[in-house]
Nanobody
Framework: QVQLVESGGGLVQAGGSLRLSCAAS????????MGWFRQAPGKEREFVAA????????KYADSIKGRFTISRDSAKNTVYLQMNSLTPEDTAIYYC??????????????????WGQGTQVTVSS
């Protein structure tokens, strides 16, 4: 059974950086993509970034483009989200997810069928 475990969240000042990790405990090869989503208090879950395991093609939400970078280490079954120039608006619980579609990177949460428990990111002003 595959499980996803996020880590790396925490409290950081505005302008700072954090790197989130998402480790899969089993093989996720049957799921073509990994995604990061976030949910702020009182708001719906929103797409952040996604990456194909094969080839490493990436997709980003406009709100974080240029500040966040998604990457993967297939040997470690781990996906990362490097977050730079953080602002208080980035405060949320960040979730990683496995699934997606084989031929395009989906930003829809309904395309992902396996989710981690989430990690809290808090950015102070």
């Amino acid at each position: 059974q595959v499980q996803l475990v996020e880590s790396g969240g925490g409290l950081v000042q505005a302008g700072g950086s954090l790197r989130l990790s998402c480790a899969a405990s089993g093989r996720t090869f049957s799921r073509p993509a990994m995604g990061w989503f976030r949910q702020a208090p009182g708001k719906e879950r929103e797409f952040v970034a996604a990456i194909f395991w094969n080839g490493g093609t990436t997709k980003y939400a406009d709100s974080i483009k240029g500040r966040f970078t998604i990457s993967r280490d297939s040997a470690k079954n781990t996906v990362y989200l490097q977050m730079n120039s953080l602002t208080p608006e980035d405060t949320a619980i960040y979730y990683c997810a496995a699934g997606g579609r084989a031929y395009f990177l989906s930003g829809s949460s309904s395309s992902y069928d396996l989710w981690g428990q989430g990690t809290q990111v808090t950015v102070s002003s």
